[in-house]
Nanobody, 119 residues
């Protein structure tokens, strides 16, 4: 059983940056692909970014390419999401998730961290 805890959310002005962290415990972190998702009020949860177990492969939602960067440190059991040039429409609860390497479904989810971008 993997536990995921997000941190780093908060209130930031438009144009600013935040770095989210997701610390994993209870499993072998390097066996899992990791992803970030977000859910804005009144909207469905949407995919943000994903990274392979080794960090060698990443992919992003098309609308976020160039502003968001996902990375991981397997020695620290942590995955990161660097968010730059933030916009009010980036306001959402951000969740990290883990899936078995090569799997399609995310098996474990964190509790989320709130990101609010003011205009």
């Amino acid at each position: 059983q993997v536990q995921l805890v997000e941190s780093g959310g908060g209130l930031v002005q438009a144009g600013g940056s935040l770095r989210l962290s997701c610390a994993a415990s209870g499993g072998t972190f390097s066996r899992y692909g990791m992803g970030w998702f977000r859910q804005a009020p009144g909207k469905e949860r949407e995919f943000v970014a994903a990274i392979s177990w080794s960090g060698g492969s990443t992919n992003y939602a098309d609308s976020l390419k160039g502003r968001f960067t996902i990375s991981r440190d397997n020695a620290k059991n942590t995955v990161y999401l660097q968010m730059n040039s933030l916009k009010p429409e980036d306001t959402a609860v951000y969740y990290c998730a883990a899936r078995y390497s090569g799997g399609g479904v995310y098996n474990y989810w964190g509790q989320g961290t709130q990101v609010t971008v003011s205009s």
